[in-house]
């Protein structure tokens, strides 16, 4: 997750990389072809999420994403707090007019009961689960702004976006662990709380 300049100027050597690489300093020379690359394949045929994600890209729509499941029990990897996620709800309902939110989880249940979106509109998503939990990355990628979760998952989501204007909200506390913060990983044009 520490950018490693380094790694870039090995060339000519054969390499073995072990790590993250939750970095877009490793191919921010190659951004557009990876957002190209991570569209999924046959997602035409999908009429429920293709018509879906037509509708994210003509809105101003917010990707929201909770990790709660595999984050509860986990020494390195603790849910981002509830006050983090309404903070950045009010930040987005100041800086984004009429913002269609968009909730993505793998605990929708606890985001339905928990999360405040006041008067603004809210859509929560809980039909791609399992093998499909692919289409919900696709979808949030869709969005026109997002609000992510201390998670690798919503990361790409937000990363793969392609709206230069994107506002895009990350916790501020990455990992559990103190030595890796989300300045280590979040791009510089995003916005940490």
């Known amino acids: 997750m520490h950018f490693d300049p380094t790694i870039l100027s090995s060339t000519g ?46 809105v101003n729509s917010v990707s929201l994403h909770v990790r709660r499941g595999d984050y509860i029990n986990n020494e390195v990897h603790k849910p981002a707090p509830l006050a983090y996620y309404q903070a950045a709800i009010e930040k987005v309902k100041t800086e984004v007019a009429s913002p269609l939110f968009y909730v993505f989880s793998d605990d929708i249940h ?13 859509t929560f998503l809980d039909h791609n689960t399992g093998a499909d939990s692919y289409k919900d990355l696709f979808l949030m990628s ?25 506002l895009v909200i990350a916790p501020s506390q990455w990992l559990a662990i103190l030595q890796v913060q989300a300045a280590d990983v979040v791009p510089d044009s995003w916005t940490i709380l």
């Open 110 to 122: 606890w985001a339905r009961q928990h999360l405040n979106f006041g008067e603004a509109a809210c």
């Open 142 to 166: 869709c969005c026109r702004h997002h609000i992510v979760a201390n998670s690798s998952f919503s990361w790409w989501g937000a990363w793969l976006t392609s709206n230069p204007c994107k």
């Open 13 to 58: 050597q054969l390499l073995y990389v072990d790590g993250d690489w939750q970095n877009e300093k490793y191919f921010t020379a190659i951004a557009d072809e990876l957002r190209r690359l991570f569209r999924p394949l046959g997602i035409e045929t999908d009429a429920h999420n293709f018509q879906l994600s037509q509708e994210l890209m003509q």
